[in-house]
């Protein structure tokens, strides 16, 4: 087999397979949907249970990747502390060796019938749910069949002086493996692809068992450069938690490499895999009956389990070791749970849509502090504002969600009266608005991050102007809601009449903005910039005109 066809075969097994594990990792995560958001949330009351929640999220969607940077998505939003998404990474390490497992079985002769069932699924099905499984299964298929391309393309590597003087090196300096699997992984971002390529290459007799280990150490170091990528440009406990990832693993291969190196590690390994196959009734393998396709896979499993088990109890020494590594206040804490939706009140209507109520205006207040940081970023650049707009919108759609669950609970079943329909009404209207308006705060930041990268600058003149509309416009909201808080028909009335100020206003600054352009005192490379953020300027005064606008009907009503 000549050079071209062994790189084809490789790298195109490869493409297959990481192909086939993102396809079966998303399909997975929408048969799921934001049920793995609650879970990660409601299972880490304990660093225990974190760790149990971690390895289940993570074996439910085969990705530990993709469940630490869920989990440093809540920590970014305000709904996981620091020390409980440690629990959560934990976790993500342990529930990843199932693909390994996995991986160790021989089920390429099954992989074309695979894909078939998957593409049948996927394309003669128009239920979503069918179409997901078929997404699954199609990853699946393509899974086994990249592993088994990219193994035929691995075959010649036997016989190459290069490889095998590479693999020496490695032998005697078991660093380098590590090094080549941090590299490999971190051009990939997979472990699980690292390590199939791995199984793989020790399956077709290129590697060792000794040469493979302190690659795959290697290959859990690499996978933590997701997290870290996730964790740019958000607020400091989620860099902490990013770099929570990359300790953890350090120092399980800093602890278990010597022990490698002396022989105590592998004995280790194959002394709880006969144990564990001692247990098993009727089963009689051995360590030396196990292919080695799984026997990395188990020695996988056996590292990041004892590097979780030792590591578990010192979860508060890890977050004290990353908070000043990664220096930085202390981020605002935003409470994104609610605090006035009792379930125990659901039995009585009244004061469970009064308590809806309260929450539905603590929600408006998040929205009216996420329009103010995302003003202070456009004037001032201030990361912080960024960030706490972002937190502020992902607080405000768990809210939205939890309030609307809640309302429905309230009615469900019950006969309500007039008023409390007309309650229930209201507040599912005015928490679309709300949500609404966040996302026009985060719309105006992204526009901010936009003129920065486009490096250009508006005039004096159209700042003046956008700062006197993002006035204009924080008085027309705070109205709207200072208007639904104490239901005042004449401040409602006040809004409505504010709301055309608001759209003269907005025309005004169109007709001026053409004229500087006509005039050439304005750069048109800015032109839809300044305009999408006066539109989204305008919408927020609508959206608080129809808050004003449900306050009258609930008077009139």
């Given at each position: 087999m000549d050079l071209t066809t062994v790189l084809f075969s490789f790298f195109?097994?490869?493409?297959?397979?990481?192909?086939?594990?993102?396809?079966?990792s998303e399909g997975l995560q929408a048969v799921a949907g934001d049920r793995l958001r609650v879970i990660l949330e409601k299972g880490t009351k304990t660093p225990l249970r974190g760790v149990l929640?971690?390895?289940?999220?993570?074996?439910?969607?085969?990705?530990?990747?993709?469940?630490?940077?869920?989990?440093i998505g809540l920590v970014n939003a305000g709904l996981l502390t620091l020390r409980q998404s440690i629990g959560i990474i934990m976790g993500a390490n342990i529930g990843t060796?199932?693909?390994?497992?996995?991986?160790?079985?021989?089920?390429?002769?099954?992989?074309?019938?695979?894909?078939?069932?998957?593409?049948?699924?996927?394309?003669?099905?128009?239920?979503?749910?069918?179409n997901y499984v078929g997404q699954v299964l199609l990853g699946f298929g393509l899974l086994f069949y990249g592993m088994d391309v990219m193994g035929d393309g691995l075959k010649p590597l036997r016989s190459s002086p290069f490889f095998i003087g590479l693999m020496g090196d490695v032998e005697n300096n078991p660093l380098l493996g590590v090094l080549i699997g941090t590299i490999f992984t971190v051009i990939v971002q997979s472990s699980s692809?690292?390590?199939?390529?791995?199984?793989?290459?020790?399956?077709?007799?290129?590697?060792?068992?000794?040469?493979?280990?302190?690659?795959?150490?290697?290959?859990?170091?690499?996978?933590?450069?997701?997290?870290?990528?996730?964790?740019?440009?958000?607020?400091?406990?989620?860099k902490r938690a990013a770099t929570t990832h990359l300790i953890f693993n350090l120092i399980g291969t800093a602890i278990f490499l010597p022990l490698f190196l002396v022989g105590i590690f592998p004995k280790l390994v194959i002394l709880l895999t006969n144990y564990i196959y001692i247990l098993i009734p009727g089963f009689e393998g051995t360590w030396d009956t196990l292919g080695i396709k799984?026997?990395?896979?188990?020695?996988?499993?056996?590292?990041?389990?004892?590097?979780?088990?030792?590591?578990?109890?010192?979860?508060?020494?890890?977050?004290?070791i990353v908070t000043k590594l990664v220096p930085g206040e202390q981020d605002v804490v935003i409470e994104a749970k609610p605090k006035y939706l009792e379930p125990r009140f659901l039995g009585n209507p009244s004061v469970a849509l009064a308590n809806a109520s309260r929450e539905t205006l603590r929600m408006g207040k998040m929205a009216s502090d996420a329009y103010e940081n995302s003003k202070l970023y456009?004037?001032?650049?201030?990361?912080?504002?960024?960030?706490?707009?972002?937190?502020?919108?992902?607080?405000?759609?768990?809210?939205?969600?939890?309030?609307?669950?809640?309302v429905l609970k309230v009615s469900y079943g019950k006969v309500l009266t007039s008023e409390q329909t007309d309650q229930s009404y209201r507040i599912l209207q005015v928490i679309g608005d709300i949500e609404r308006i966040g996302d026009h705060a985060t719309n105006l930041v992204e526009l901010t991050d936009y003129a920065n990268e486009s490096k250009f600058k508006f005039s004096e003149q159209a700042n003046n102007e956008l700062m006197n509309m993002f006035e204009r416009v924080q008085e027309i909201y705070t109205m709207s809601l200072e208007a639904l808080k104490t239901d005042d028909i004449a401040l409602s009335e006040k809004v409505l009449k504010y709301d055309d100020l608001i759209d003269d206003l907005e025309v005004?600054?169109?007709?001026?903005?053409?004229?500087?352009?006509?005039?050439?005192?304005?750069?048109?490379?800015?032109?839809?910039?300044?305009?999408?953020?006066?539109?989204?300027?305008?919408?927020?005064?609508?959206?608080?005109?129809?808050?004003?606008?449900?306050t009258l009907l609930h008077r009139q009503n």
């Open positions: 195109g097994g490869l493409g297959l397979f990481l192909f086939g594990i993102k396809s079966m929640t971690g390895t289940i999220v993570t074996a439910l969607i085969q990705s530990s990747s993709g469940t630490t940077v869920l989990a060796t199932l693909t390994a497992y996995i991986i160790g079985f021989k089920l390429e002769s099954y992989a074309l019938p695979i894909i078939a069932m998957g593409v049948f699924f996927l394309f003669f099905f128009k239920t979503k749910r069918i692809a690292t390590i199939g390529v791995l199984q793989e290459l020790a399956n077709q007799g290129v590697i060792s068992y000794s040469q493979a280990v302190p690659i795959l150490f290697g290959d859990n170091i690499g996978t933590t450069i997701t997290a870290i990528l996730a964790g740019i440009g958000a607020s400091v406990a989620a799984l026997q990395i896979a188990q020695t996988h499993g056996v590292f990041n389990l004892l590097n979780t088990f030792i590591q578990l109890p010192f979860i508060a020494l890890l977050a004290s456009f004037y001032h650049r201030n990361q912080q504002n960024k960030q706490l707009t972002v937190q502020f919108e992902d607080a405000i759609d768990q809210l939205e969600n939890e309030i609307t669950d809640y005004y600054l169109r007709l001026g903005h053409i004229e500087r352009l006509s005039q050439g005192t304005c750069h048109g490379s800015y032109s839809a910039t300044f305009l999408n953020i006066i539109s989204n300027l305008e919408r927020i005064g609508d959206h608080s005109v129809n808050i004003a606008k449900y």
